[in-house]
């Protein structure tokens, strides 16, 4: 390197101030004096619109009559063919990949019911005998 290539970093390191800020310098934002953004109030901001009040809603008129609910189901049977309400759609809207997407999706439909089966025999809720 020569002489004057070695002066030119010289200079351009002292035209930064001698600080570490790469020549940037941060500018005051207009109006900001020393009072700051709320203009010389040091108390908090307050909403100036009043607060809605929330309705009072009456829970059991909102959630009906528990007596009118129908009864719980002692026990469940599992279900002959677990894919026969998606199978009943219709054929899978996958151009050039509907029987792979078919064959991927009875798997988990199958998966789901034995889940559900192994659910309902854990918690006693499975029927003894299957209706046929």
Known sequence: MSESSGNRRQNNSGKSGGNNSGGRRKRKRSGQGAQGKSGGSNEPKQNKAPRRKEPQIDLAEFWGDSNALPQAIDHIREAGDVKAVVQS?????????????????????????????????????????PDA
């Open 89 to 129: 759609l219709g054929r899978v809207p996958l151009s050039g990949q509907e029987t792979a997407a078919e064959h991927w999706f009875a798997l988990v439909y199958e998966r789901a019911a034995v889940l559900a089966g192994a659910l309902a025999a854990a918690g006693d809720l499975l029927a003894d005998e």
